[in-house]
């Protein structure tokens, strides 16, 4: 026998030897050659010019044939032999090999062999598929049916692999359930199906206002957004509203294209509206630092950062932040381009602005009117009125007092928890962390100076314009002082103030106890730390600036070299203020609104239509025969209403006070180095040729149709969302590091075919789950789990875990405890005491919701970044830090112990029992068959009844024998019964309580198939 063998076996051998080989395929460069150079070549001989080695390019192909330092070609196609390259990185010399081994990177010898045959067939470059135009490519095999299912037949047929069968009934309503509306059908929506067929079934809840709730968690995932600042205080903020403007335009189906335009520059289309404000919240949702002594512009150029990054990850699919300190090592966006792309959108202001409910506007519309009629009454009454304003302004302007801005030497608090900053105006900004307390150090010349102008300023970095702080904007002053250092002196001096005046101050309000007196701009210098200067103007009145003067008891006569100290001390912070002083004779404050005196300096020229109003109406306060028609005005705008809540939004900066970007070596915001402009990388698409070089044209260029990522980013957003991962798996890198996706072509036939469809995003959607692909069974056979584990073929449907805030709204949706209510303010939810003990700031705030509110969908969770709620940290959901454009999914202890024991989990399942007991009929039986159908959208198995039928009985026993409170089990109060359905015990509740709580954690449950 052993001869025998030993025969067959060199029979085997010539055999194999004797037939013919077969020719390895061509090789691939984006597949099999582009990964071996940026991973082992690139990060030194790529775009980088400035670190690049021997000034040797490998990632251009007409660079690489000029060769490096040598000037010699790098390559010489068809010959490996000749190739420095090929020799380089087959060396087995230490000084000539590359890799250089302290890199501790070797090519394994199938590497090797892919490159010399990439050589052998003439070493052909091709630009990355992913910076190319995506085209609609023909369907295999001449297919006219779905495109998707062309593709993955076609490519199952060369990895010898059958599709799936189609999923049964009653998996796919529920898995088409949880991709478009995020929530399990019912039963009675189970039967529905049966009847109405899927493409109906489709189409129903492509329109329920659902749907938006459900697909805006994917966007708000991208966007980062959160209800809190971050950092360390974490203090609350009002964001809701773009979260809500994210869910309405996901329901109406808002043009992808302009669904990108008016999120990053909606305020600059033409005549925008309230919502098109609203929409460019979405690059304001970057963490924001209010800690102590921060310097206010290294936390701004932070937030930049960010939104470049998020730019990247959500529209773009690139890794930008690799950019920010040099030039990206892999893809082509160079060290410049970075600051080019965030020359665009650095020209902004950080505003806050009211936002007003639909009836409010129209309210608002309608008093404006009313102003506006009130004045043309005042020009119809007064013929010559514009003689008589012209002759009003020169009077009042050949009043003005000259006031010298101090410049500052030096800024600061005394708690040091603030760094104001001087502007190119003089003006004084007073950004970061607030504080009672600002001075100002100057040197001013000191000849006879008489009066001190303290001006509070409006400036569109603060809440509602400002001038204050506050969450209104507002603002109130304590106390001024001046003190006066001598040359040769070390001691501040204090001066006497006197003759406080302003331009207007609010009635007094004196309590009965003499204490925090408000009002009167005396109250600056009366040495009291308890009375405030109060210049509110009240309703639509309050966000304007304001004007403070004060004599000096004696005129300042002071030698060269004196400096002069101003420190004030404030309730509500002022955020912006600029400090002059004068010579002139009693300075006084003219009793003008501020805003009018600082429009008049403008000359006539430059004045913008506000400058005109105020103006005209400091002009008819000042008329006594108009003093009823006055009146009648300031009562409309007592009457206007008062908004419910505000949004943080980008505003651009006027064209006399734009922001220059400088390049930032390494990144680092204290070191500009040369001027930037507003430049998008050139490896991309042009730039609009019509397009202005600002945010909007940006914003059209994003949103180009010629962009080679914007459609394919957005269409893998979608598959990832219903597939589990992308048709790419690194959705937010694009680039050459990123795996070649195994259906390309398919990308980019629904890249175009979602652009020729109008960007439409329920179109992209349609087409996916009307595959035959989406639809098959997610069961994994053995075959498939040896040949493709993690299903990136499509051999078989979608299976994995719902996402965090899907795997709530399943609890509350089978326990009958979901409020479907759509928008609103973020719900606080309930939180463990130690988890909430655990914040630096302790949030006094934290209330949680009750009755249905606290039943809400997640989406509308209110989200602390300092304190992710642990029902969704623990399912993996992220907490807004950053731009995520994918989730890791975890399989952990904590999961188990978060869907057993978190509140909401246990009053779900307390709710399901109730429900049950109510539905589902009067026996065990038919019972656990409604409890499975709530949990699973199906029956349970014999196996599953038998098993579950066990856990009641041992359930009912450990309550029979005392073991267990069936209060305590049922409303968490031993003292406490919830009411009860007619002739059910409560030991029959709190068996069926306990039996909900397992069936709502079954990976069933959680899973989406």
Excluded at 177 to 192: F, K, N, R, V
Excluded at 784 to 802: S, T, V, Y
Aim: hydrophobic share 35%.
């Amino acid at each position: 026998m052993p001869t025998l063998r030993i025969f067959w076996a060199i029979l085997g051998l010539t055999l194999l030897t004797d037939a013919p080989v077969r020719a390895a395929p061509p090789v691939d460069f984006q597949k099999d050659v582009q990964p071996i150079l940026s991973e082992f070549c690139v990060a030194c001989h790529g775009i980088d010019a400035k670190h690049r080695k021997a000034n040797l390019r490998l990632d251009d192909g007409a660079a690489v044939l000029k060769g490096g330092e040598s000037g010699e070609p790098t390559l010489v196609p068809g010959h490996p032999e000749k190739s420095e390259l090929y020799l380089r990185i087959t060396s087995k010399e230490e000084e000539k090999v590359m890799p250089p081994r302290s890199e501790k990177k070797t090519l394994s010898p199938a590497q090797l062999q892919i490159l010399k045959q990439w050589i052998v067939e003439g070493a052909k470059y091709e630009k990355h598929w992913a910076f190319t135009t995506p085209k609609k490519s023909p369907l295999p095999g001449g297919e006219t049916g779905s495109p998707i299912d062309a593709f993955v037949r076609a490519r199952l047929l060369t990895e010898k692999l059958r599709p799936s069968p189609p999923a049964n009934s009653a998996a796919l309503c529920r898995r088409i359930y949880l991709d478009l509306i995020g929530l399990p059908p019912s039963p009675a929506e189970l039967t529905a199906f049966e009847k109405e067929g899927l493409n109906a079934t489709i189409e129903k809840l492509l329109q329920s206002e659902r749907y938006g709730e459900k697909w805006a968690r994917h966007w708000l995932d991208l966007a980062r957004y959160s209800d809190t600042n971050g950092y360390e205080k974490d203090m609350p903020r009002d964001m809701w509203k773009w979260r809500d403007w994210v869910i309405e335009s996901l329901n109406t189906d808002m043009p992808y294209d302009k669904f990108i335009i008016e999120q990053v520059a909606g305020d600059l289309l033409p005549n925008a509206t309230q919502q098109q404000l609203i929409a460019t919240g979405f690059l304001r949702n970057s963490m924001i630092n209010e800690e102590g002594a921060i310097v206010p512009e290294q936390f701004r150029m932070v937030e930049m950062f960010d939104r470049i990054d998020c730019i990247g990850k959500a529209v773009l699919g690139m890794s930008t932040q690799c950019a920010q300190c040099h030039t990206h090592k892999f893809d082509p966006i160079t060290h410049h381009d970075y600051y080019g792309l965030m020359a665009f959108l650095n020209n902004t202001y950080e505003a806050q602005s009211w936002v007003y409910t639909a009836d409010q506007l129209k309210q608002i519309e309608e008093i404006r009117k009313k102003i506006q009629m009130a004045e043309s009454r005042i020009r119809q009454q007064r013929r010559q009125w514009e003689s008589e304003l012209n002759k009003w302004s020169q009077e009042v302007s050949s009043r003005f007092t000259d006031w010298k801005p101090l410049e500052a030497i030096e800024l600061g608090s005394i708690s040091g928890l603030n760094h104001p900053t001087q502007e190119a105006d003089k003006s004084l900004l007073m950004k970061g962390h607030p504080s009672d307390d600002v001075f100002l150090i100057a040197s001013p010349k000191l000849d006879g100076v008489t009066g001190l102008q303290f001006e509070v300023l409006t400036h569109r970095d603060l809440p509602h314009n400002g001038p204050g702080r506050s969450s209104q904007g507002t603002w109130n002053l304590r106390e001024l002082e001046v003190f006066i250092k001598k040359p040769d002196g070390t001691n501040w001096e204090k001066q006497k103030l006197a003759n406080a005046s302003a331009d207007y101050s609010a009635a007094d309000n004196k309590p009965a106890d003499g204490k925090n007196a408000s009002g009167s701009v005396g109250y600056i210098i009366d040495g009291r730390e308890d009375t405030t200067w109060n210049s509110d103007r009240g309703q639509g009145l309050r966000n304007q600036p304001s004007v403070a003067v004060v004599q000096f008891e004696k005129p300042l006569q002071f030698p060269e070299g004196t400096q002069m100290k101003v420190a004030w001390r404030m309730g509500a912070m002022i955020g912006c203020a600029r400090i002059s002083i004068t010579n002139a004779g009693t300075p006084k404050a003219p009793a003008i609104d501020q805003a009018a005196i600082l429009a008049l300096h403008k000359p006539v020229a430059k004045r913008t239509t506000g400058d005109t109003d105020v103006i005209f109406t400091a002009w008819r306060k000042s008329q006594p025969d108009l003093k009823a028609i006055n009146e009648e005005i300031a009562g409309l705008y007592k009457s206007l209403p008062a908004a419910p809540t505000s949004i943080l939004h980008l505003a651009e900066r006027e064209t006399e006070n734009q922001r220059v970007t400088h390049l930032l070596n390494r990144g680092e915001w204290d070191q500009p180095r040369e001027v930037v402009t507003p430049i998008t990388p050139e490896a991309l698409h042009s730039f609009p040729a019509d397009a202005p070089r600002n945010r909007l044209g940006f914003a059209r260029w994003l949103a180009d149709s010629r962009s080679p990522l914007t459609a394919r980013v957005a269409v893998n957003q979608t598959w990832q969302a219903i597939f589990g991962t992308g048709l790419v798996e690194t959705s937010e890198d694009f680039g050459t590091r990123a795996p070649i996706p195994e259906y390309r072509d398919l990308l980019d036939w629904l890249a175009v075919d979602f652009m020729e469809h109008n960007w439409s995003r329920k179109h992209l959607i349609r087409t996916i789950l009307s595959s035959a692909t989406y639809q098959q069974s997610s069961a994994l056979t053995p075959l498939l789990m040896e040949k493709d584990p993690r299903n990136r073929l499509l051999a078989r449907g979608p299976r994995f875990r719902a996402d965090a805030e899907v795997v709530r709204d399943i609890a509350l949706t089978a326990s009958g405890l979901l409020t479907n209510k759509l928008g609103g303010p973020s719900v606080i939810p309930p939180v463990p005491k130690n988890v909430l003990d655990y914040n630096y700031t302790y949030p006094g705030y934290w209330n949680p919701a009750t009755g249905p509110e606290r039943y809400r969908r997640s989406v509308y969770m209110f989200r602390k970044r300092s304190m992710p709620d642990p029902v969704l940290s623990n399912f993996d959901g992220p907490n807004g830090d950053f731009s995520c454009a994918r989730r890791i999914r975890s399989n952990t202890p904590l999961a188990a112990l978060t869907g057993l024991n978190e509140p909401i989990f246990v009053e779900a399942a307390q709710a399901m029992a109730l429900r049950v007991l109510k539905e589902g009929g009067t026996n065990d039986a038919t019972r656990i068959d409604h409890a499975f159908l709530l949990c699973t959208s199906r029956k349970p198995t014999p196996e599953e009844k038998a098993e579950v039928e066990r856990l009641i009985q041992h359930q009912r026993q450990r309550l029979a024998e005392g073991w267990l409170n069936p209060r305590e089990i049922l409303t968490g109060d031993s003292a406490k019964l919830p009411s009860l359905p007619e002739k059910v015990t409560p030991q029959d509740a709190a068996a069926w309580t306990l039996v909900s709580r397992v069936l709502l954690n079954l990976d069933e449950t959680i899973s989406k198939n």
